[in-house]
């Protein structure tokens, strides 16, 4: 099959790109081998900040009593947060589909694609060719070589966010108890968190005092 432009990856950079070119009247193939959206629908921005928003929700509801709000016996449901994250998550990655499904001249192929010529990708059985390839493949969690870290439960930046119940929580195999925690669990004595392959912001420099004027 010949395209005009093929792009790997339907992330913040494939989409957009994919799109524009069929709406040129471009022949665009698009592949994907997981979810459309790519990182930052999936397992980046969209779901962080969904379960952040509740954070701070909960860190207002915790401290209400300092804009002169009574509030008492704040707890966190976990599993009902993680659930919203999901609900949100395909609710932006339907999106993405819908779009994809308007533009007859965009196709996409699902499945892992490999060079096998320089102009030439191979997707399971599906040979595609275009003088012009996109490659936008996004993050992946980056594991460690640590010696022992494969005998214990490691969490990445995308797992963490499918507990339903805080690390090392003495209630952990009862998740309807943890519900109720109002204050942070132990941690975890043999749970360790992967670094990824994202890095984070570097820290703000602190601000100036402000000058005295006398």
């Known amino acids: 099959m010949n395209y005009d432009a093929i792009i790997v990856g339907s992330g913040q950079g494939g989409n957009p790109l994919a799109f524009r070119l069929a709406d040129l009247g471009w022949s665009v193939a698009l592949i994907e081998k997981k979810d459309l959206g790519g990182t930052c629908i999936n397992v980046?921005?969209?779901?962080t900040k969904?379960?952040?928003?509740?954070?701070?929700?909960?860190h207002y509801?915790?401290?209400?009593?300092?804009w002169g709000v009574n509030a008492s016996n704040v707890s966190v449901d976990l599993a009902r947060i993680v659930a919203q994250k999901d609900e949100v998550?395909?609710?932006f990655?339907?999106?993405r589909q819908k779009q994809v499904d308007r533009r007859a001249n965009l196709r996409l192929h699902r499945g892992h694609a490999r060079f096998v010529g320089a102009h030439q990708l191979k997707v399971g059985d599906d040979l595609l060719e275009s003088e012009k390839i996109f490659i936008d493949t996004g993050g992946r969690p980056s594991i460690p070589a640590i010696p022992g870290l494969e005998t214990v439960s490691y969490l990445t930046n995308e797992s963490v966010m499918q507990l339903t119940a805080l690390p090392g929580c003495r209630k952990r195999s009862k998740p309807k108890e943890c519900n109720s925690c109002s204050t942070p669990a132990p941690r975890a004595s043999k749970t360790r968190t992967a670094p990824s392959?994202?890095?984070s912001k570097a820290p703000r420099a602190p601000r100036a005092s402000p000058a005295r004027i006398s």
């Open 93 to 95: 990655r339907g999106g």
């Open 89 to 91: 998550v395909l609710s």
């Open 50 to 58: 969904t379960m952040v928003h509740r954070a701070q929700v909960a």
């Open 44 to 47: 980046g921005c969209t779901p």
């Open 197 to 199: 392959t994202y890095r």
């Open 61 to 66: 509801a915790r401290n209400a009593a300092r």
